[in-house]
Structures are given as C-alpha cells and as structure tokens.
C-alpha cells in the first residue's frame, strides 16, 4: 500500500494522541510514523477507539456491516438524554421525515467509558453514493450544530452546514499514539509517516481547553505587596511592563513572571510578586512562544491584561486599581421581577449627546454627562415610564479615538469601563463615573442590563497574543472561525474564557451594581456555557436578569434556551409586527405572539422578550414607511397609525416589552441601515417629542396601562391556564382575515377583572363576533383605541351587555375592560 498522508495530528493529553490519515490504513501498524524526527518513542500505536473516531467525524464503520452514528454526550453537548429524543437525518433517510421516526432514534449508551448517544445499523444506503450529508436533530426540531473543526463539514447553497458520510475514512483513519515521555505545550511538536516524509504539526486538542485554574488572577493589590498573574498555557516567557508616568512608557520597568509549575490546579498560570503598593501604576505584558503557524505568538505586541479592572485606550496599558479602592455598589436598589419590566435599548452618548443643557462635545460623550441627564427632573426615560434600560456595550472597546462614536459591540478588555467615556481615562475616573451613573438610574427607579459582547473580541485582539489556540475558534485548518462576522470568534467553552466570562459579569455586579446582561449573539458561547454562567450569577445575584441574543450567523437556539433561566430576543415577533401592521399577517398567526410565544420558544411567558426595533438594521420608522427609500424622518399619518398600533400589541403580549430610545417619537435615521460608527444620524433628536406629542403620550400611556393594576393580566411569569385566552376572528373570514380579538382572563382564573383587545390593520372595517364568554353581565369600558387612552369615563365606543359583536375601524384598535 502507498504510504499514508497525515492530514493533521493533535494531542490528547501531554502523552497521548490522535493522527487523522487522508483515507483508512489496514496495511498494518504505522511503522515509520515519527515524533520530532525520533526524539520522543512511542509506547503503543493502534486504530482509535470508536469514541475518538465518532466525536471527530460523527460517525464509525464499526465492523463491515455495522455502521454507528455517535453523539458523545459530555464536552458542550446541547441535549440532555433525560429530556430530549436525538434521530440522525440525512440524505439516505428524507431528512426531517427522520425527526420522530424510531427506526432513527438513537439510544444512550457508555462508549470507552463515557456516555455518548448511539444509533447502529447496515452501511449500505449511507456509505454508498460517496459523501452522503447527516446531521443530529432533537424530536422538537432542534438541529444540533457541529464543532467549528470538524473536519467533514460542508456548506449547501442554503447556508445551512452538516457533516457527510466519507467511504474512504470509516474509523481505520484515526489511530492513536501513547508516548514515553511528557510533551511540553511551549514547544513545537511535529509527525512524518515516515522519516523522510513531509511533516504535520501537532497540535493540543481537547485536554488543552479544559487546563485552568482557580487562583485569583490580575493585578492584586494588598498592603505593601502587589501580585501579577496571568493564564498562558503555552508561553515560553511572560513579561511585566510597568510605569507610575503615562510620560515614561518607554522607560516601564521590566519583569519576568515565573510559571507555577507542577502545583495542583496552576497548569499555564504565569506569577510575579512585587513587594510595593502599585496602585494607579500602568502595566501591560509580553508573550512569547511558537512563533509560526496557527498557535503563534507575537512577542512584540503591548498585551493588555485580561483581568485589567481600568485602561487608558483600546491598546492599554492596563491601570492596577486596588479593589478596596473601588469598593462596592450599593445594593439596597430592588431590581423588578422579569414579567414586571419595561425595557428601553439605549446607548450612553445617543441618550446624552442632545440632552437639555448640553455642554461641551468633549464632555458630553459619556458615563457623566448621561448621569447629569439622568438626574434632571426632565429626563426622558423617566417620564416615558419605562424601569429598565438596557445600555449598549460600555465595556472597553475599539474605537480608535475618545472622539470617535462607536456602538461597541468590538470589546477589547471584559472588565474596564470604556476610556472614552470617562472624564479622566488616565486616572480610571471612569470606574467612579459608571457606578455613579448606575446610582443615578436606581434613584430614578430605573434598572440597568448591559448589553455584554462575549463571542469575539475588537482589535487590538490582546487575548490572541496570550494565547491564540486557547482562547479563539479555530476549523480544521487553523483558521479562525467567523459565525460572528467579525472575525475571532472566541472559544467560550474552554475552561478559562467560560471563567473570564463570569469573572468580567460578577465584576460588572459586585462595583457597579448592574442588574443583568444581554449577551450579544449567545449562540456562540453555547447552550452549557450559557447555563454554567447563569448558575454563578444566580448564586450571588438571584434575581439577577439574563436576556439572550439568541442567533449568530452559525444557528438561533431559542428552542434550546427553554429549560434555562435565560429570556431571549423575539426576532420572530419583530418581523412578524412588521408585516402585520402592513396587513401582511394573519390574526391566527397573532394569537401565538399575545399569549407570549409559547411552546417551541417560550417555556414562561417572561422568556420572551418581545421588540419591535433595536441598535440593528433601520429604526422601525425607517422599516415601514411609506416614503421613499425608507426614510421615515417625516412620517406619514398611516405610518403613524401603523406605529400606534405596534405599541398596543407589544404592549398587549405577554412576554417583556422592549423599546429602542427613541421609538415613541419615531425616530428615523433617514433610511440608513448600519450607523454603527454613525453618531449624527444615531444621537436622539429631542425635537420629535414636540413634533410627534401624540405619539410619545400613546406609549407613555401604555407603559403606565402595562405597569398599573390592570395590566398585571398582561405581566404573566408563568404560563396562564389553558382557559385564560380566548380569541375571535371576523365574521365570515374573508372581509378581514388579518383582524381578531382577544379576551384576556376568559375563564376568570385570575379574578373578576377581563380585557378584550381588537385590532384591525387592513383598509377596512371589521366586524368580529365575541361569542358569550365575552359578552358580560355588566357593561364593557373602553379604555383606549388607535390614537389615545381615556380617563375613567371611559371612551365613546363602549360596549353594552350582552353585545354579541364589534367593529373595529381599519387601522384601527381598541382596548375595553370589564371588571364585573
């Protein structure tokens, strides 16, 4: 037989390994397979077990009439046996006609000794055509995404990536390798087939990731005594740089850090003791390593501390802060239950930038000029209603200047207030600015999430130079991964990026007070991920709030979200509004979204956040105007209309509401879709609260309706009884068929009080039975319509007892309540 290819070779554990060959061996052992051109002898060589070969490729040719399917079960797995059926579906069995059949259901079983999820069954429809595509699906239709380095992975037209079935590589084409001595992960390690073959690098797999430690890391400041520390599992050599004077960088003192070799649970921990208080001194690091290939350092590069609690800009250098210095934020505020909130997206210099009584430009971009707004009796939150704002990122990112607007999703330290927010950014005055301005939104009764960016990180990527292979996805090439779109996208499952995570959120509680996070496009940091942070913030913090972005470019895991404690972005009720108000939807498909998105989506009602617009894309305005080229700046009357009756069915779906700022006086951004470094179309123009007053008093009203006594049938934690809705559709189903009327607390499960909510979105009018169960014993109470609320009289449209049926205006809605 030819002698073998090795297409890559990776470690699984500092003795063992894995050599993947470009098709299966049965030509005996691998006898000129070498090590680092013979320096280190092997102590056995053989085929891989199925176990290595399935979690690789997903699949093994167990014996020549046995082929098995296997899902191992441990390792960032996203389905629990206990719960979820998991069917193989592919080419050879009618993809999702496989979803539910038994004949394709796989089983649990130990594999190696570990559990794994198996199907077994004949080769023959599945080996034969070649490259036969399969992936792993839930029996609630969950299809279960790939690691970025599976090596058969592919792409169809339709963007959606599997795995397929190679005839060619059945399990003899992994074999594994012990070794008789240890390997040291700071060197390059490299196999040849045979001695006088081309070489393939080896590279540190699974075991790698899982290398951590508990010891506190950073800069630590205690009496006369500072201690830096530093993860870098595969560093030759880390160096402290550090300065008392800003005017002195290149003058910093040079130290070398120590690896705290051979001490239990201090694998790649880097040390250096200082026997001096350097609070306030500036610092930042050199790493060393493998210079080449996928792994490879870049020793010249300023490396700004992971753990760096301050920063001066984007590239460092990082600033020691005593943590006694910055202390604790006050936690006497009450954060609101999830169903009770009322969220508003914002952004720091968006909200502050033409605040009443502005100051300077340079003085108005951050932390301190939004708190000035936040404390003036006018302030526009405040009397809006609203008890939560949700800020975009405020954490250090990359924009290149303190002038620049950026909208921060680009983060380039987890735990330091972003420089260019702060007055003083030398002096890391913006730790005093950001806690006093989570203060000033308490005071007000306002909770505060940060939008938090975790998947990927900005430029310079400081967390590539201690550790590229560690802490970044990487495919089977050794490219780095890009579900995010941004380029880096970060490998959250390892031990120490899963503790950076939850580290930066306990960091971003404990000083600054914060309520909760919204992780941007959480697909990516994974389901098990997802769960171990919540686990760690509910124990200090447990009515801590957890809202996912639950998407990235890779897959959207809403479905798999349900039996956590995370709520979710509801983008299928944001596109879904926008085509209703257009008369583009139907009012059976409307129902799902009043009763809060249940079953696949939403568990409980407060699992679902519902919105309308956010940061991306165009304003909602902008979405369904009917200018040209979609610039709302100067509505039309329908586009208002159409506005009015977006607010009354957010606010009238169960699930927590959210608002863009800015969207109750239709903001526009004149049709522009991406202003993420666009500050003049971005900035909230004031002016339209007196240009659209209506608008702004309708959701306002709304707001106090949700947040009064009787929205409290709107604000639903758990899942309402099955009597509680009732809808009705219009009469004879043609004339309307986008309409429908809903009865909230129909079976009175939840006392005496009822709603009835009608809207209507087409051109004409709409006449909607309402059956007994609405008809009441007492008259109905208009509380509002399409254009405003009413006081307690009521409205002019009220429906008498007994009424069997009403009319809702086109483009139009009402509100009526009952309380007998």
Not at 538 to 551: G, H, Q, S, T, Y
Not at 654 to 681: C, E
Not at 738 to 752: E, F, H, K, T, V
Not at 781 to 803: I, K, M, S, W
Request: hydrophobic residues 40%; glycine residues 10%; negative net charge.
């Amino acid at each position: 037989m030819p002698i073998p290819i090795i297409k890559r070779a990776w470690l699984e554990s500092t003795r063992s390994g894995i050599v993947e060959l470009d098709q299966d061996w049965n030509g005996g052992n691998l006898q000129g397979l070498t090590l680092d051109t013979g320096r280190v002898e092997f102590t056995s060589l053989g085929p891989a077990p199925s176990l290595a070969v399935g979690s690789r490729w997903g699949y093994v040719l167990r014996r020549p009439d046995r082929l098995s399917f296997i899902l191992p079960l441990e390792h960032g797995c996203e389905v629990d046996p206990r719960r979820d059926r998991v069917y193989v579906a592919g080419d050879f069995n009618d993809w999702g006609k496989a979803v539910g059949n038994p004949d394709w259901e796989m089983k649990a079983a130990e594999l190696d000794g570990e559990s794994a999820l198996i199907w077994t069954g004949t080769p023959e429809k599945i080996l034969w055509p070649d490259r036969q595509r399969f992936k792993f699906a839930t029996g609630d239709n969950l299809w279960l995404g790939l690691p970025d380095d599976a090596p058969n992975a592919v792409r169809d037209a339709g963007g959606n990536v599997n795995r397929y079935v190679d005839h060619f590589r059945t399990g003899r084409h992994l074999w594994r390798f012990t070794l008789a001595a240890e390997l040291d992960l700071a060197e390059p390690h490299s196999l040849a087939a045979d001695p006088s073959g081309p070489r393939s690098p080896l590279m540190p797999g699974g075991f790698f990731y899982e290398l951590g430690t508990d010891l506190p890391l950073g800069a630590l400041v205690s009496g006369n005594e500072t201690v830096f520390r530093v993860f870098a599992p595969r560093a030759r050599s880390v160096t402290l740089h550090i300065c008392d004077d800003l005017s002195k960088v290149a003058e910093a003192r040079r130290f070398d850090l120590a690896r705290r070799a051979g001490k239990e649970g201090t694998a790649g921990v880097w040390e250096l003791v200082l026997d001096q208080n350097m609070h306030c001194w500036y610092y930042w690091y050199g790493v060393d390593g493998v210079r080449e290939g996928p792994g490879r350092f870049e020793p010249a590069a300023m490396v700004l501390d992971p753990y760096a609690l301050a920063t001066v800009d984007r590239e460092g250098p990082g600033i020691v802060l005593e943590r006694d210095w910055i202390g604790r934020a006050d936690r006497s505020f009450r954060t609101p239950a999830w169903q009770d909130l009322v969220i508003v997206e914002a952004h720091v210099r968006d909200l502050a930038a033409n605040a009443p009584g502005a100051k300077s430009a340079e003085a108005n971009r951050g932390f301190s000029a939004l708190r000035d707004w936040v404390e003036n009796p006018n302030f526009y939150l405040h009397r809006l209603g609203i008890n939560c704002v949700e800020l975009q990122p405020l954490q250090e990112f990359d924009n290149r200047t303190p002038a620049e607007y950026h909208w921060g999703y680009m983060t380039n330290n987890f735990f330091a207030p972003e420089s260019s927010y702060a007055l003083d950014p030398a002096r890391a005055s913006g730790v005093r600015e950001l806690q006093a301005l989570v203060a000033a939104f308490h005071r007000r009764g306002i909770a505060v999430i940060l939008d938090v960016v975790y998947n990927h990180v900005g430029e310079p990527a400081h967390l590539m130079f201690m550790d590229r292979l560690y802490y970044f996805q990487q495919d089977a090439d050794g490219n780095l991964a890009n579900w995010s779109g941004c380029g880096n996208d970060l490998r959250a499952g390892s031990t120490m990026a899963k503790r950076l995570i939850i580290d930066s959120c306990t960091h971003l509680i404990e000083a600054y007070g914060v309520d909760g996070f919204r992780f941007d496009l959480a697909e990516l940091l994974g389901v098990e991920v997802l769960r171990d942070i919540e686990s760690a913030l509910k124990r200090m913090k447990p009515n801590v709030i957890l809202i996912a972005e639950p998407w990235s470019f890779r897959g959207h895991i809403a479905g798999a979200l349900r039996d956590t404690g995370f709520a979710s972005w509801n983008d299928g009720f944001r596109d879904f509004v926008r085509d209703y108000v257009l008369n583009r939807g139907t009012g059976e498909r409307l129902e799902y979204f009043l009763r809060g998105s249940p079953w696949y989506f939403a568990k409980w009602p407060a699992q679902t956040v519902n919105y309308t617009e956010s940061h991306d894309d165009r304003t909602w305005i902008d979405m369904i105007t009917e200018n040209q080229g979609g610039n709302g700046s100067s509505p039309t009357p329908d586009d208002r209309v159409r506005t009015h009756l977006m607010a009354a069915i957010l606010f009238m779906s169960l699930g927590i509401p959210m608002l863009a700022a800015g969207q109750d006086f239709l903001r526009s951004k004149r049709g522009v879709s991406n202003t993420y470094q666009r500050g003049d179309l971005n900035a909230l123009d004031y002016g339209r609260l007196r240009r659209y007053p209506g608008t702004h008093a309708y959701f306002k009203d709304w707001i106090a309706f949700r947040r009064g006594p009787l929205g409290r049938l709107l604000r639903q934690y758990s899942r309402p009884s099955e009597g509680f809705f009732e809808f009705f559709l219009p009469k004879g189903g043609g004339s309307s068929p986008s309409s429908l009327a809903a009865l909230y607390n129909a079976d009175r499960s939840q006392g005496s009080a009822r709603l009835l909510f009608a809207v209507n979105p087409s051109r004409e009018d709409a006449v909607i039975p309402v059956g007994e169960t609405a008809a009441p014993p007492a008259a109905w109470r208009q509380v509002a319509d399409h254009e405003r609320f009413y006081d307690a009289a009521g409205g002019p449209a009220t429906l008498a007892a007994g009424d069997r049926e009403i009319l809702v205006p086109s483009m139009g809605c009402g509100l009526w309540l009952a309380e007998g």
